[in-house]
């Protein structure tokens, strides 16, 4: 039997109706805030994310998909949505339209990892970006839209994190700092972290590994080092968030894990979910789009990891909705009233009300059995009798009680017993 590969998931009829309770929320809430979706390509050429993301980050340094297609392109499968974004909107110079951009994304994303509970090699997010407002009121209506969407997912136990990594003028002094902090300690950290060293000491902070995490715990905070300007930007998402409502703390130790970050970075965690414990990550990169060719353009967003979401909504006994059930099942007793019931459901269906009728030629028993399966809420029997009287014995699944109901007027019946 061929299996799946490793690191990806099935995801079976059980489940679908929680992924599209978690995708019409995320539109909801996006579209709340006036944000718009955007869809762009699954692979992009390499050189996107190399520029992007940036070469010191986990992701481009060993985490992706990279092939060479028929062409000899360098090609890679997509490992997270912002750089996509901002290509699609340099490239199709949305600059010129209505500012600032605003838009959201559902998107599958790739990365080679370890797979385990919450880190998968296929993963999908729910992401939002915001170009052009360099204020911190584009701070806090992101980091809002983030909060309103948990919420409305029902979610309680979520709690947001802000920290500001400063911009690239204070964050020279930083890396300074840091260098003089970690160089005695270096020989203790791992191999990734000596290399961080000497590229991107912060990204020293974001280090998944047990020691390191240790000796960076007491390494000098960004906010020690904030330049005047940087400092009144995190002060005014600090007192807007207040403004807001949206509670939050304070935690130096985020830094996230991609390199085209300055400023405000946040992160929403839940205990919920494990030892991966961030279900949404994201703040501001006002150099990013700069990197790849434009002029300045400031942009702040994030991403939410939908899988984790949903282990932390299984538990949190969080409300998914009801997967909706067929309304009515056509049972015809015999060949002639097989017939009928397949065109009442063609019927109904027109009316707008959902049914389903047999397609296997099964007994009575075996099709009240298959209704019962499917949860349909009613079964209409039609056999000899029901056909000469022109009306169908309409079961209510759950009470059992019954009724006779005219075939004429079985899609208003059925439509009437919704408010039931
Ligand atoms: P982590 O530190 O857990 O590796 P990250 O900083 O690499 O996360 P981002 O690139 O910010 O993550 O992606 C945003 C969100 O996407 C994460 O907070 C997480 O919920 C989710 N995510 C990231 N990588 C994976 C993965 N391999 N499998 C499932 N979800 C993921
Ligand atoms: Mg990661």
């Not at 009233?337 to 009300?353: I, M, N, P, W």
């Amino acid at each position: 039997m061929i299996v799946r590969p490793k690191g990806t998931k099935d995801m079976l009829p059980e489940e679908a109706y929680k992924w599209q309770f978690l995708e019409r929320i995320a539109a909801e809430t996006a579209s709340g805030f006036g944000f718009r979706e955007i869809r762009t390509p699954v692979f992009e050429h390499t050189e996107l994310f190399a520029r992007g993301v940036g070469d010191t980050s986990d992701i481009v340094n060993k985490e992706m998909y990279t092939f060479l297609d028929k062409g000899n392109r360098s090609i890679t499968l997509r490992p997270e949505g912002t750089a996509g974004v901002a290509r699609a909107f340099l490239e199709n110079g949305l600059a010129g339209g209505a500012m600032p951009f605003k838009v959201y994304y559902l998107i599958s994303a790739f990365r080679y990892e370890r797979p385990q509970a919450g880190r998968l090699r296929e993963f999908h997010q729910f992401g939002a970006e915001l170009y052009g407002a360099e204020g911190a009121y584009a701070d806090a209506e992101a980091i809002s839209l983030a909060d309103a969407f948990l919420k409305n997912l029902g979610l309680k136990k979520v709690a947001l994190r802000i920290n500001s990594i400063g911009c690239p003028h204070c964050r020279a002094k930083y890396h300074e700092a840091l260098k003089a902090y970690f160089a005695p300690r270096l020989d203790e950290m791992c191999a990734d972290c000596k290399t961080r060293f000497d590229k991107n000491p912060m990204r020293m902070l974001d280090c998944k590994e047990e020691n390191c995490k240790k000796i960076a715990s007491d390494a000098p905070r960004m906010l020690d080092y904030l330049c005047d300007d940087c400092r009144a930007h995190f002060d005014q998402v600090k007192n807007l968030l207040d403004l807001a409502s949206v509670p939050y703390t304070v935690d130096p130790s985020i830094v996230r894990g991609l390199d085209y970050y300055s400023r405000t970075v946040f992160e929403f965690v839940s205990d919920a979910a494990g030892a991966q414990g961030t279900v949404l990550g994201g703040g501001r990169y006002d150099t990013l789009l700069s990197q790849l060719g434009s002029k300045e353009v400031p942009a702040v967003g994030f991403a939410a990891g939908m899988e984790r979401l949903l282990m932390v909504m299984n538990a949190e006994n969080a409300p998914f909705g009801k997967e909706i059930a067929t309304e009515c099942y056509l049972l015809g007793m015999d060949e002639k009233s097989r017939e009928k019931a397949f065109l009442l459901a063609t019927e109904l269906r027109r009316a707008g009300v959902s049914a389903e009728t047999d397609l296997m030629e099964r007994s009575v028993k075996a099709q009240f059995k298959y209704a019962d399966k499917i949860g349909a809420h009613c079964v209409a029997v039609i056999g000899e009798s029901e056909l000469s009287e022109g009306a169908a014995e309409v079961k209510d699944m759950k009470t059992s009680a019954s009724e006779k109901v005219n075939f004429k007027e079985l899609a208003q019946y059925l439509i009437g017993r919704r408010s039931l």
